[in-house]
């Protein structure tokens, strides 16, 4: 398994571990409201490459996640329409926090607080890595797309916009 032996360790990193899931560190100064082009600029890669962590909630207040390109949007209503919802919103940070356990910057699908189903855009899959939350602000982990789906029993749809 590849790790930089100056990764932090979260929760997000000890759920990798206990799957065995091979994954890089990547630490960076993070800016408040920097987003992914923030994080890709300081890793000097493609935003495209870099995956959002976006916490959702359906019309009964259930949360979901949807992991999604740094330089793309969801279509909350092509979102809802592919997994049977009325309608999807994004969470407030202080309800993703408690959703998660992390907080909003440092949200990583790994290791969550809550169960919740997974998304992912499906045009993730078609790239030879990504980097993604590590479970802290500032620290994006590297790791092939396909483990998103064999580790989070990841759903794929079809929800992008460009930014």
């Keep these: 398994m590849s790790k930089n032996e100056h990764g932090p360790e979260t929760q997000a990193t000890k759920f990798l571990k ?7 560190s990547h630490l960076y100064a993070y ?7 923030v994080s890709a600029r300081e890793l000097n890669v493609d935003e495209h490459c870099v995956i959002k962590t976006l916490i959702f ?17 969801v279509s909350t209503k092509e979102l809802a329409r592919q997994i049977g919802c009325k309608k999807v919103e994004t969470c407030k940070p202080e309800v993703a926090n408690r959703h998660t356990g992390y907080l909003v910057g440092g949200t990583s699908p790994f290791g969550t607080k809550k169960a919740m189903p997974i998304y992912l855009e499906k045009t993730i899959l078609d790239l030879p890595l990504i980097y993604i939350n590590g479970g802290r602000r500032g620290y994006l982990v590297g790791i092939h797309p396909h483990d998103l789906v064999s580790a989070l029993q990841a759903k794929p749809v079809a929800v992008a916009l460009l930014k």
Excluded: R, Y
Excluded at 18 to 24: G, L, P, T, W
């Design 18 to 24: 206990a799957h065995q899931i091979a994954f890089s």
């Design 31 to 37: 800016e408040e409201h920097g987003g992914t082009t």
């Design 57 to 73: 909630e359906d019309e009964n207040a259930k949360p979901l996640v949807v992991l999604m390109h740094g330089d793309c949007k």
